[in-house]
């Protein structure tokens, strides 16, 4: 198999030196990482092979028997080198989330050989909203407990934000690497150092206001700006206001979910309001004009003559309006039938029956013919 040119997989020379790597390899990461380049083949490969260049490059033994016997394991193959096997994550591997910490805030933790600062914790808090606020939008002000970064030790836990050392253990990386097994066998883990905690740092004097933590139990109150539009289950992402991060990292963010009471004259879908409108016996008759709520203020509308229940009217625009988008009005009719008559209005109610034509009546009138069918007469016909 012919020799991998790593030196050339990263654009430099063989007298480059760890700077060097380390400088080729972080711009050549920035350009080729698949996140910036979904679905593409060609550059996810060659981020593979910046990756196993950097692997060998960076560890200094790895590099000499390269330089010597073209093989990172010294002419021994296996399962080390840049194959990225069992014995390849002490080195490079820990530039590469370096690097993608640089660009997409980093995961925490991870196998680097500098400790690499984690974010804090995100919170997750509710708010409850009436329909109307939501629907048009509000400032809310919240309340709630999280950790904050110490101002008095800046989050090192130390006293003054200085007084402590570098751990002995772990020089300062905040990780162990521990080897297990034999010969080919051989297996490299990395982790916390028991030492410090996994910060890489010990310390000498302790912070008296956070007592050593690093953070401090206080109570944060934020003002919100709720868009317009809002709706049960959707968020305000707020960037640095979740719990302090336990390392030096950035502080998490406050996610606060709303939920929206419902309302009792709309019904939504999206940005569009439905309506349930009851009108008289008499309107559904003769038509009319009647009043429809909206968001802010109320629309007058013709019912045509004739009108039966469940008729659905259409108004287009005249829904939630908000930054993405406006959405339309719905009117679902409900005809109201009295229920309490007089004599003499019940006489009128008959006689107007008797004087009917079926064929105004085309619901009426299919259905009839479709119980004669069935029956083979119709049992309305007296």
């Known amino acids: 198999m012919a020799k991998k040119d790593y030196y050339k997989t990263l654009g430099v020379d063989k007298n480059a030196t760890a700077d060097d790597i380390k400088k080729a390899y972080r711009t050549l990461v920035k350009k080729y990482h698949p996140d910036l380049h979904p679905g593409d083949a060609a550059a996810a490969e060659k981020f593979k092979e910046i990756n196993e260049a950097n692997e060998v490059l960076s560890d200094p033994k790895k590099r000499q028997n390269y330089d010597t016997y073209g093989d990172p394991n010294g002419g021994m193959g296996g399962f080390g080198g840049g194959s990225g096997g069992f014995s390849g994550f002490g080195g490079g591997f820990g530039g590469f989330e370096d690097i993608f910490g640089d660009i997409f805030g980093g995961f925490g933790g991870g196998r680097s050989r500098a400790q690499t600062k984690t974010k804090g914790e995100d919170i997750t808090i509710e708010v409850s909203l009436s329909f109307l606020d939501a629907a048009k939008g509000?400032?809310?002000?919240?309340?709630?407990?999280?950790?904050?970064?110490?101002?008095?030790?800046?989050?090192?836990?130390?006293?003054?934000?200085?007084?402590?050392k570098t751990c002995e253990k772990c020089g300062g990386t905040g990780q162990v690497q521990y080897t297990s097994g034999n010969g080919f066998f051989r297996q490299v883990s990395v982790r916390a150092c028991d030492e410090c905690n996994g910060t890489g740092k010990k310390i000498i004097d302790t912070c008296q206001d956070c007592k050593g933590k690093g953070y401090v139990r206080t109570n944060t109150k934020l003002t919100l700006d709720i868009p317009a539009g809002a709706d049960t289950g959707s968020y305000i992402r707020k960037v640095g206001y979740g719990e302090a991060s336990r390392n030096g990292g950035p502080s998490g963010d406050l996610i606060v979910v709303m939920k929206v009471e419902p309302s009792k004259l709309f019904k939504r879908k999206n940005f569009d309001l439905y309506v349930e409108l009851p009108i008289s016996f008499s309107t559904a008759v003769l038509g009319g004009k009647v009043k429809v709520p909206l968001i802010d203020n109320t629309l007058e509308y013709e019912?045509?003559?004739?009108?039966?229940?469940?008729?659905?009217?259409?108004?287009?625009?005249?829904?939630?309006?908000?930054?993405?988008?406006?959405?339309?009005?719905?009117?679902?009719?409900?005809?109201?039938?009295?229920?309490?008559?007089?004599?003499?209005?019940?006489?009128?109610?008959?006689?107007?029956?008797?004087?009917?034509?079926?064929?105004?009546?085309?619901?009426?009138?299919?259905?009839?013919?479709?119980?004669?069918v069935m029956y083979g007469e119709n049992p309305y016909k007296k």
């Open 138 to 164: 509000c400032r809310r002000e919240v309340v709630y407990t999280r950790n904050e970064t110490c101002s008095s030790c800046k989050g090192t836990g130390a006293k003054g934000g200085s007084a402590y």
């Open 303 to 372: 019912i045509p003559e004739g009108t039966q229940s469940g008729k659905v009217f259409f108004v287009r625009g005249k829904g939630i309006k908000s930054a993405r988008g406006t959405g339309d009005l719905y009117i679902v009719v409900s005809v109201e039938v009295p229920t309490k008559l007089t004599k003499a209005q019940r006489q009128a109610i008959e006689n107007f029956e008797k004087e009917s034509d079926v064929k105004q009546c085309p619901q009426m009138k299919k259905y009839k013919e479709n119980m004669e």
